[in-house]
């Protein structure tokens, strides 16, 4: 009753299914051998095998590539144990366009994928700890970069070092008191003339401002947003001179907005502020930016941030090249490792989740890798992140994750116990309809540029 009310409903289909499995040997000794091995395997999964005997000829007919069912072996079987025949069906994954990511485990064909061909160029990299996800992102960059596209990397723990040195990319270590600096008030002026491109800007400084207030009331964010238009009034910055030359460029800061708070009388707030304003981090986000992403591979390096800036310096380096995305539409990758740092504030998830529902419409694809998979898929925004996102790769996993990320995407039985079981180096790509198991491959000139394997690293310096 319950299988026909899905029927019904059209949640589940009937199919007529023969399954047969063809055994060669040299002797009948080793054949005797192995039919008995695999009615044992066979009998451990509840399969029930049954011989043809004296249809053997039938049998040869049936399991040749012509569609000739002579043996007529049927079984009607609902769609979601027909799925469970997916196991033995390899899927091949080969773009004309594409980047090569590796070699497929089913049938050893070359996985080329282009992303930017999928319904949206976003993609997800969860993994344990040492399953080589870094190696894997560092891997698709270099190809892109051959291709190329323009990458941006958000890297926490200093592993694209290497890799920018060898490519003559652009490596920006923000810290303390380092000489690069970023204005959270840089606009580019393309996005006046932009359709609400100034509103959502102001949005993204609210959620800026909340995140160095430790929060924000509802009262106080919309104090914080009218600051913030009546400070780029103020010095200049209007629609109406969105012509104004790039080279001739001054943009607010944050002691403007200070100042702007304390013309309203809002002294609570300008208290909760001032350590970024006057106090030991004005130097840090008090300043005109003076660096730029011209170059076709621009890192930024976190790792010397304390952790309570961290969030921030994230949040204000996304706005930054969301800002120049808009400005100068491009094909270009921009990759956050450790994204889950991201999601333990709401502001700057929030803010994630948007700029990845948004990133197609700049020629733009958001790379979000993180090792926690559970507390990702856990919040509201990963989810939504995880949803907008064509291009999955999932690596090693353990039983208190698999759980989580197999409901998420719906993965098979033999799906799961591969993501338990897979070796570094080895993924599952989920791209678009497409499911293959993939074993990441570096060519021998890449693998020195992207290991960070630390006995390889140390014997390499000596």
């Not at 190809?143 to 941006?152: A, P, S």
């Not at 808009?326 to 709401?346: F, G, Q, Y």
């Not at 998830?349 to 993180?370: C, D, H, N, Q, T």
């Not at 919040?379 to 698999?402: E, F, H, K, P, W």
């Amino acid at each position: 009753m319950e299988l026909r009310d899905k029927i019904q409903r059209g949640q589940e289909n009937l199919f007529q299914v023969s399954l047969y499995i063809t055994i060669s040997a040299d002797s009948l000794v080793e054949l005797n051998k192995i039919i008995k091995l695999l009615d044992t395997v066979l009998a451990t999964r509840l399969f029930y095998t049954k011989p043809a005997i004296f249809q053997q000829i039938e049998g040869l007919q049936s399991v040749l590539s012509r569609c000739d069912n002579q043996l007529c072996q049927k079984r009607n079987l609902d769609s979601s144990s027909v799925a469970l025949t997916f196991p033995f069906i390899s899927s091949e994954l080969v773009h004309e366009s594409g980047v090569l990511y590796g070699i497929n485990r089913s049938n050893s064909s070359l996985v080329i994928l282009d992303r930017f061909s999928l319904p949206n160029a976003n993609s997800i990299l969860f993994a344990q700890s040492g399953s080589g996800k870094s190696y894997t992102a560092k891997v698709e960059v270099l190809r892109h970069l051959m291709q190329g596209t323009k990458v941006i990397v958000i890297d926490p723990e200093r592993e694209y070092k290497r890799l920018t040195e060898s490519v003559g990319g652009t490596y920006i270590k923000l810290s303390v008191h380092s000489r690069e600096k970023i204005n959270p008030f840089d606009l580019e002026v393309n996005a006046f003339n932009e359709e609400d491109g100034f509103t959502d800007h102001v949005q993204s400084l609210t959620e800026i401002i909340s995140l160095m207030a430790e929060g924000l009331s509802a009262e106080e964010k919309s104090v914080v947003d009218k600051a913030i238009i009546k400070t780029y009034q103020k010095t200049g910055w209007t629609q109406k001179n969105s012509n104004k030359k790039k080279t001739n460029r001054t943009y607010p800061k944050l002691f403007d907005l200070y100042t702007a708070l304390r013309g309203m009388k809002q002294i609570k707030l300008c208290r909760r502020l001032e350590k970024y304003t006057t106090g030991s981090l004005a130097q840090v986000f008090d300043t005109q930016t003076n660096i730029e992403l011209d170059n076709r591979l621009v890192v930024f390096d976190t790792k010397d941030l304390p952790e309570s800036m961290r969030q921030i310096m994230h949040l204000v380096i996304a706005q930054f090249v969301q800002n120049q995305v808009k400005s100068n539409p491009c094909k270009r990758i921009l990759v956050i490792d450790e994204a889950w740092l991201m999601l333990e504030h709401e502001e700057s998830a929030r803010f994630i989740a948007g700029l990845v529902r948004r990133a197609r419409k700049y020629y733009l694809g958001v790379s979000i890798i993180s090792q926690q998979a559970n507390d990702f898929l856990g919040n509201v925004y990963g989810r939504a992140i995880a949803s907008q996102s064509s291009l999955r790769l999932l690596m090693r996993q353990d039983t208190t994750t698999i759980k989580g990320v197999a409901s998420e995407f719906h993965l098979s039985e033999f799906e799961q116990r591969f993501l338990l079981t897979c070796e570094r180096g080895e993924a599952l790509i989920i791209a678009d309809q497409h499911h293959v198991a993939v074993k990441v491959t570096a060519s021998e000139k890449e693998h020195p540029l992207i290991t960070t394997d630390p006995s390889e690293v140390i014997s390499k310096k000596k």
